[in-house]
């Protein structure tokens, strides 16, 4: 079945730096790829999504270029903030009705 | 409603006894999901219902879980004589339509823990 791998945590960052979050994927054909964020004691929102080769989805700094060659979708931000601090949930869509989750990734961002 | 809302948002019960967790979808939503976190891990899929067709129930992890939907509003997600590793957090999840690209939007959740 389709799966999702991501890059295994907890990422410690400073603020103002750069991140990557990698994530690939095994699907048959080309579903859509989604990114979900938790931050602490709240619940899984959507951040971005894109639903075909080499669409780029963007929110709030955020972004992930839909890549079949190399079936990723890695998360990147050009400057973290503290605020950032949350797992990250890479996620496909598996058929008509199944988001398949990757492990989640824990980013801390530091002052 | 606003969003999807469930209740309750926590739960602490004996091992062995039923637990009935609850969910509203938002409003018009048709599709809603059933999904399980345990501590530390990523999401898995138990069940989805669409409309008035019969209800996915791949996920399903044994014959102790099952779910139920009235029309296309409130579901139930029942779990019989739970066991230790039932400990999770058990999240809900509508969306206005089904197929590929169609955002799916949670709720924040029950905690379930089984002592």
């Known amino acids: 079945g389709d799966s999702v791998t991501q890059m295994e945590g907890p990422v410690t960052l400073s603020e103002e730096a750069f991140l990557t979050i990698n994530c690939t994927y095994t699907?048959?054909?080309?579903?859509?790829l989604f990114w979900y964020v938790q931050y602490p004691g709240e619940g899984l929102q959507l951040l971005l999504k894109a639903t075909k080769a080499d669409d780029k989805g963007s929110n709030k700094g955020f972004e992930a270029t839909y890549r079949k060659e190399t079936t990723s979708f890695h998360l990147e931000k050009g400057s973290v903030q503290v605020s950032d601090s949350a797992v990250y949930f890479c996620?496909?869509?598996?058929?008509?009705?199944?988001?398949?989750f990757g492990a989640g990734t824990r980013l801390a961002v530091h002052p | 409603g606003a969003g999807v809302s469930q209740s309750p948002s926590n739960k602490v019960t004996e091992k062995g006894k039923d637990v009935e967790l609850r969910c509203d979808p938002i409003s018009g939503h048709t599709a809603l999901y059933w999904y399980r976190q345990r501590l530390g891990q990523g999401l898995e899929f138990l069940i989805y219902?669409?409309?008035?067709?019969?209800?996915?129930k791949s996920g399903l992890p044994s014959d102790r879980f099952s779910a139920e939907r009235t029309g296309e509003s409130v579901s139930t997600l029942t779990i019989q004589r739970t066991q230790q590793e039932d400990s999770a957090v058990y999240l809900c999840?509508?969306?206005?339509?089904?197929?590929?690209?169609?955002?799916?939007?949670f709720g924040e959740g029950s905690w379930l823990t089984v002592v």
């Open positions: 999840a509508s969306s206005a339509q089904t197929g590929q690209g169609n955002t799916i939007y």
């Open positions: 996620a496909l869509f598996e058929g008509y009705n199944k988001l398949i």
């Open positions: 699907a048959t054909g080309y579903p859509s």
């Open positions: 219902f669409q409309g008035n067709s019969a209800p996915d």
